[in-house]
């Protein structure tokens, strides 16, 4: 199995994704690391690296302020573009990149391609939840617009994906709505729900928001537009909380006393909803396996990245999604 990692994507890069990949080739012989990027750079971080990473150089790279589209086709020797062209090419299995998640998208779409039969890719991230088991949302991002025929095909690839790369038997798979009535909702909702109930799949009806942290659903079916903003909200909800828990904690000596106590389970809670702990979001529909990193990943979410990678390559994840989504084309 060859990974291929955009070295210079992120907020912390290279460092984060040359110690996180480093660590990982230590990890599993059997696969190899390709970094790519700017290797003057990487060089400081590479002491005593394992002999399955080899480093591909380049001096381009695509900025987080970059117009996506723009920039996929004018820097092609960018760092993420050489990644995406040598899964397009056959000469890695994965891409994994922490970089400007547009451009990211650009390149599966216009370099590694759409896979046979699936008319919109998704940006699957994993959202945490209370008992640590998460649900798999898509699409969160993608696409901001979506038809009914396009949610059925993330319910497909998200329940693959789930039995696949977690283990899980018979994946729940819930519709994000504003009630959990069969007839609540748009006019999108209503009409992919009976499409839903009639797919080879486990669907359990409608998902409220406030219930996604409950975990009721293994895998969360809504367009790129409502998912991006929930995603939004429950990121910018959980930061605030930690807030006024560490301000209210240290406000005076009894706080700080009883923070003390309470900090193991603090921790716990905190690692419990940590973006680290998940790796990253796949792009679901792709020729290739393409995941796309948090941009603040440190080298733990980078390892836990190319650990999710590894998995999904020795399930043929691929070839899974795409023989269940031609399948079902075929036999409309």
């Known amino acids: 199995m060859k990974i291929v990692i955009d070295a210079m994507g992120g907020d912390n890069a290279p460092q984060s994704n040359v110690e996180g990949a480093c660590e990982a080739a230590r990890n599993w012989k059997d696969i190899e690391i390709v970094l790519v990027g700017d290797e003057a750079q990487m060089k400081p971080f590479m002491q005593q690296a394992p002999a399955n990473i080899t480093v591909v150089h380049?001096?381009?790279?695509i900025e987080?302020?970059?117009e996506p589209v723009k920039a996929v086709r004018r820097k092609k020797g960018a760092s993420m573009v050489m990644a995406g062209r040598m899964v397009k090419?056959?000469?890695a299995d994965c891409m994994i990149s922490a970089g400007n998640?547009?451009?990211l998208m650009t390149t599966g779409l216009l370099v590694v391609g759409r896979m046979d039969g699936v008319e919109r890719p998704?940006?699957?991230?994993m959202i945490p939840t209370m008992d640590g088991r998460g649900v798999l949302a898509l699409d969160l991002g993608a696409n901001m617009d979506a038809k009914p025929e396009h949610l059925l095909q993330y319910a497909l690839m998200?329940?693959?994906?789930?039995?696949?790369?977690?283990?899980?038997?018979r994946p729940r798979i819930g519709l994000l709505n504003v009630g959990t009535e069969a007839r609540k909702g748009n006019d999108l909702t209503k009409e992919v729900y009976p499409m839903l109930e009639k797919a080879s799949i486990h669907f359990v009806g409608n998902v409220e928001a406030r219930d996604v942290l409950e975990s009721n659903c293994?895998?969360?079916v809504c367009d790129g537009f409502v998912g991006n903003i929930m995603l939004k909200s429950l990121e910018g909800t959980a930061g605030s909380l930690f807030g006024v828990l560490k301000r209210e904690f240290t406000r005076n000596w009894m706080t700080k006393l009883a923070a003390a106590v309470l900090m193991p389970a603090?921790?716990?809670?905190?690692?419990?909803?940590?973006y680290k702990e998940h790796g990253g979001a796949p792009l679901l529909g792709l020729n290739g396996l393409v995941i796309k990193a948090h941009g603040s990943s440190d080298s733990r979410a980078m390892l836990n990245a190319i650990r999710q990678a590894r998995t999904a390559l020795q399930h043929d994840l691929i070839g899974t999604i795409s023989a269940e989504i031609n399948g079902n084309t075929s036999g409309k």
Do not use: Q
Request: glycine letters at 10%; a negative charge.
């Open 89 to 91: 090419e056959g000469e």
């Open 122 to 125: 998704a940006l699957a991230p």
């Open 64 to 66: 987080p302020d970059d």
């Open 158 to 169: 998200g329940s693959i994906y789930r039995a696949k790369v977690h283990g899980i038997e």
């Open 218 to 220: 293994d895998v969360l």
């Open 58 to 61: 380049t001096e381009e790279r």
């Open 266 to 274: 603090l921790k716990r809670l905190k690692k419990t909803m940590d």
């Open 101 to 103: 998640t547009g451009a």
